[in-house]
């Protein structure tokens, strides 16, 4: 149903992006699911193609350009990972799902945040989105998975709107979406 609901925003801002950005109109990359099985997540692109050797997320700042911007601060970005939702790789409410590089670089408490599905919005992006440093992030996420429950999820559900439509948090500072995770180190549980 949100499909539906959502199609003439998503047809919109797909012609956006073609004519703006040129193909591909989506992004997708390989993500970690729930037990860290990997899905194909889809989104608007939001970005220009990367110039080689200059990929990473310390470089969203040269790739994103204006309708990028109001693409991921309005999170009409995220309208395709509706197809995610309603194939059951994710769902409304739960971490984020991450790429999967990252798996190596989380402790045993945090691997605890794929004991479920990942979601579209969670217990961090209502805490600041991509504000929020990896630590504080990561240790929501297994708060989430141990308090998890219908009234969380609507509570959740609840913050999402205003956090959205005040449009906070979408970048960690300096225009990069959010720095990569780092690996753990010595003396990480």
């Known amino acids: 149903m949100g499909l539906v609901l959502t199609s003439p925003i998503l047809l919109v801002a797909a012609l956006a992006v073609r004519v703006q950005m040129g193909a591909p109109v989506l992004f997708n990359q390989r993500r970690l699911g729930r037990g860290g099985a990997p899905f194909t997540l889809l989104k608007l692109r939001s970005m220009a193609l990367p110039v080689p050797g200059r990929e990473g997320p310390e470089f969203d ?17 995220e309208l395709p ?32 945040r794929f004991e479920v599905r990942p979601g579209i919005t969670g217990l961090a992006q209502v805490a600041g989105r991509n504000a929020v440093d990896w630590p504080q992030r990561l240790a929501l996420d297994v708060e989430y998975v141990q308090r998890r429950s219908l009234r969380l999820d609507a509570t959740i559900l609840a913050r999402t709107v205003p956090v ?10 300096e225009g990069v979406t959010m720095h990569e995770l780092p690996p753990q180190t010595e003396g990480d549980e």
């Open 61 to 77: 700042h040269e790739r994103l350009g204006r309708l990028g911007r109001v693409l991921r601060s309005t999170s009409i970005d």
């Open 81 to 112: 990972s509706l197809w995610n939702l309603l194939r059951g790789e994710i769902s409304l409410v739960g971490p984020r799902p991450l790429p999967l590089h990252y798996w190596p670089r989380f402790t045993d408490t945090q691997r605890r």
């Open 164 to 173: 959205v439509l005040g449009r906070s948090g979408v970048d960690h500072g």
